[in-house]
Each structure stands twice: as C-alpha cells, then as structure tokens.
C-alpha cells in the first residue's frame, strides 16, 4: 500500500549537559547534571510520525560504535523501521549540547556516520519508494544526496516535507521541486534574507518566499507560533501555553506529525494545528524523543483545548 513514510536524514547520538557556565580555555570544569539520549533531526522526525502510528522507515547511517546499536535499537523502540538504515565503519554522528542556566545552548556536531550517506543508498530504495507516499528530509547529512532524493522523488507520486535545518545553500530549483517547505525563524531569516522575528515580518516573508517558490511553506517562531501559507492565503497559528520545560525537538515534532497528517491527504491548515499540538506536548517533557506523543495524547490534548 502507499502509505509509507521515509525519512532521510541524520541519527545523533545527544550527550546534553547543563552546566553553570562554559570552561576556559585550559580549565576542566564539572558539570552538574548530564543527560544521553537519541537525537537527530531525522531520527527525531521518523519517531514523531511512528509514535502517532504512521509506518516509518528511517534512511540514515550510523557507525560501529556501541552508539549506533543505541541509535537503531532507540529507533526500534518507538517504531520507526530500520531496513534502510546503514551500518558503516567509524563513529555515530554525536550532538554535544551545553545547556546554561539561563537557558543559553552552545552546541557542536560530530558529522561521524551521517555523512557518509551517499547516492548509492538513495538508489537501495526503488523497490520501498513504490509504496512511499510522503518523504521527509532535513539538512544534516550531504546536500548532494538530499538534492538527488528531492530530484527523484519529484518525478514520482510522493509528497516531499523538506525541513531546511540547519540553514545551508539549496538550489532554488530543488526548494521548488518540494511540496512543503519548514523552518524556524533563525533559517527563514536565512532563506529570505531578511530579519523574521516576529509574526508580521513573518507573515510579510512567507507570502514573498511563497510566491517565488511555489511551495507550500511553514515559518515555526518557537513560542509564538507558527505561520502557513499554501500560496493563496496566509494562518496564523499561535502555540498553546503550555508549561514549557526544554524546547528541543519543538520543530521536529511538528515537521514529524505534519508527515503523519500528509500521509491522511490532511488539508494543509488543518495539518499546522494538530503539529502544534503536538509540538506543544513535547516542550512540556524533558527530551526530544520521549517527550513526544502518541496519538492517543494528542486527542486528548485537543479536546482540553477546544
Ligand atoms: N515554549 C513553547 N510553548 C508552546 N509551544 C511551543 C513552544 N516552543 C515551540 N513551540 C511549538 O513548536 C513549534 C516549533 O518550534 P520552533 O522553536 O519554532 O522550532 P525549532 O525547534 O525547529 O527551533 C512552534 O511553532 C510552536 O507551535
Ligand atoms: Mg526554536
């Protein structure tokens, strides 16, 4: 059946420590508490879309390291299937986030496993593209293979959610081959060239970047919501207030549960306020992929809400 989600993208193994302040340069500091946990832009978007119940297949890489078996049994664990996933020689791609107690985040990437994706592995997946019906893609693994994916996948029946994350150059022409297009208020800023701080300047840069790109396009801005245009008209969707405890994964639970919604031919506006739900239940727990919710919590959630 075409009714499979793929998400190609990157699996990180997150060493999260918070910390008074960072060290200088020669000094050891000790941090008070430290928490380790899968992550990844794509591991975390294949595993929002499986805990709402959509039939997730993650296309990444990971290494030979004892955090790879981590990564693919993390992934196991919520779902997600891992018959595309790639076990290749070296180390797991790594997220070291230092959190201050003022909520300042420093954080570094190791690039380990997940760039090392290549065209080869996008061409292991002719026979599962059959039954994809949306693909969901970020930019943390070679903008060569996310390019060549969108390249393929436009010339099939597959809807493809790009989540330009974090912002790097992308040919115009392959933001146009996308359905829809997601980001934040620090990559839209980037992609309009334009400072988008808030929802009028929002709200002004979507209907331009839309209009160029005709594309279906999201600009999330955190707390304040998000705005949505579908090329004709622009929503504004405020986030719930909720009592907000580590806002990682916020984008990724939205770009996941939008994947879930699209696989449901869901209307675009309709899509946007059930991922703020969901994006609304996940800053409330610690950690981007247990905080996540099920179906289930999300229904309850809404009936709260209306
Ligand atoms: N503090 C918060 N309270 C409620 N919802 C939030 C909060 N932070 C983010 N969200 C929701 O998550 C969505 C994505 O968050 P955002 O921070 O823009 O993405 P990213 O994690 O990619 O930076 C927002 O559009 C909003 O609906
Ligand atoms: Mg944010």
Not at 272 to 299: D, H, N, R, W, Y
Request: proline share 2%; aromatic share 8%; charged share 25%.
């Amino acid at each position: 059946m075409k009714d499979k989600i793929l998400v190609i993208g990157s699996l990180n193994y997150d060493i999260i420590l918070k910390q008074k302040r960072l060290p200088q340069a020669g000094e050891t500091y000790a941090v008070d508490a430290a928490m380790f946990c899968g992550g990844g832009k794509g591991a975390n978007q294949a595993v929002q879309s499986a805990k709402l119940g959509a039939d997730v297949y993650m296309v990444g890489a990971v290494g030979t390291d004892a955090m790879g078996t981590y990564l693919r049994e993390t992934l196991l664990k919520y779902g997600v299937k891992d018959k595309y996933l790639k076990i290749t020689e070296g180390e797991s791609g790594v997220g070291i986030v230092n959190c201050l107690e003022d909520g300042t985040v420093f954080a570094n990437i190791v690039k380990g496993a997940n760039y090392k994706m290549n065209q080869a592995d996008i061409d292991k997946l002719d026979e599962v593209l059959k039954n994809t019906k949306v693909i969901i893609l970020q930019l943390e693994i070679p903008v060569a293979v996310v390019e060549y994916v969108i390249e393929k996948a436009s010339k099939m029946e597959i809807k493809i959610i790009l989540n330009a994350a974090p912002a790097i150059p992308v040919s115009e022409d392959i933001i146009k081959k996308c359905d829809y297009f997601v980001v934040n208020e620090i990559e839209s800023s980037y992609y309009c060239n334009r400072n988008i701080d808030n929802v009028e300047t929002a709200k002004e840069a979507i209907m331009e970047f839309c209009e160029k790109y005709k594309v279906n396009s999201v600009f999330t801005l955190g707390k304040d919501g998000a705005v949505v245009c579908d090329g004709r008209e622009v929503q504004y969707f405020p986030s719930y207030k909720v009592n907000a405890v580590e806002t990682t994964g916020a984008g990724d639970s939205f770009v996941g549960a939008l994947g879930y919604c699209m696989i449901y031919d869901m209307d675009l506006f309709q899509a946007a306020k059930f991922a703020t739900c969901c994006s609304a239940l996940t800053v409330c727990g610690i950690g981007a992929q247990p905080a996540m919710p099920t179906l289930e919590e999300v229904k309850n959630f809404e009936t709260m809400h209306d």
